[in-house]
T-cell receptor
Framework: QQPVQSPQAVILREGEDAVINCSSSKALYSVHWYRQKHGEAPVFLMILLKGGEQKGHEKISASFNEKKQQSSLYLTASQLSYSGTYFCGTAPGNTGKLIFGQGTTLQVKP | GAVVSQHPSRVICKSGTSVKIECRSLDFQATTMFWYRQFPKQSLMLMATSNEGSKATYEQGVEKDKFLINHASLTLSTLTVTSAHPEDSSFYIC???????????FGNGTRLTVT
């Protein structure tokens, strides 16, 4: 039931772009994205509730392809503050509970 | 807004004792709270889902008699680790939401060390 994220880790220079993918073997009703910095709680980034929905938040945006049962998180012109571990969360069978992927560690270097 | 407070942030206890962790939503009413466990450099593993006034729903493999969850009000859920053992040492983190498709708001977590 756990969604699969790729890649597992990314190292970028400031200003570079990154894409993090999240896929599920089960039908997706919604996808959440969170970022967790070391030793801190995860912080909500965005929710996508409909197939084909895209959302943006400053230079971080996401898409949701319901048919392919996957979502992608796009980080453009990365900043040092983007460093952390990104988790996607999905609700299997529309149960409402959130199951997280294994995480993608992003490191942005100056 | 949407602040979740979790206490204690760190606790060290001896093997065989019990530890209670509190999770409070400070500025909103949480219809559902979730308890997760996280090992170093690993994902958030869902332990149980807690709805106010009803019994918690535990994930497969999570011992309900060991991890007692009480959701006494719309702003408070507690997790009690009973008869703790060293293998229970972990980072426990709660989250709360206002509605079915609402974001999860996380507490700052509790680092439990069982000696």
């Amino acid at each position: 039931q756990q969604p699969v994220q790729s890649p597992q880790a990314v190292i970028l220079r400031e200003g570079e772009d990154a894409v993090i993918n999240c896929s599920s073997s089960k039908a997706l009703y919604s996808v959440h994205w969170y970022r967790q910095k070391h030793g801190e709680a995860p912080v909500f980034l965005m929710i996508l509730l409909k197939g084909g929905e895209q959302k943006g938040h400053e230079k971080i945006s996401a898409s949701f392809n319901e048919k392919k049962q996957q979502s992608s998180l796009y980080l453009t012109a990365s900043q040092l503050s983007y460093s952390g571990t990104y988790f996607c969360g999905t609700a299997p069978g529309n149960t409402g509970k959130l199951i997280f992927g294994q995480g993608t560690t992003l490191q942005v270097k100056p | 807004g949407a602040v979740v407070s979790q206490h204690p942030s760190r606790v060290i206890c001896k093997s065989g004792t019990s530890v209670k962790i509190e999770c409070r939503s400070l500025d909103f009413q949480a219809t559902t709270m979730f308890w997760y466990r996280q090992f170093p450099k690993q994902s958030l593993m869902l332990m149980a889902t807690s709805n106010e006034g009803s019994k918690a729903t535990y994930e497969q493999g999570v011992e309900k008699d060991k991890f007692l969850i009480n959701h006494a009000s719309l702003t408070l859920s507690t997790l009690t680790v009973t008869s703790a053992h060293p293998e229970d040492s972990s980072f426990y983190i709660c989250s709360a939401r206002t509605g079915y498709n609402s974001p999860l708001h996380f507490g700052n977590g509790t680092r439990l060390t069982v000696t």
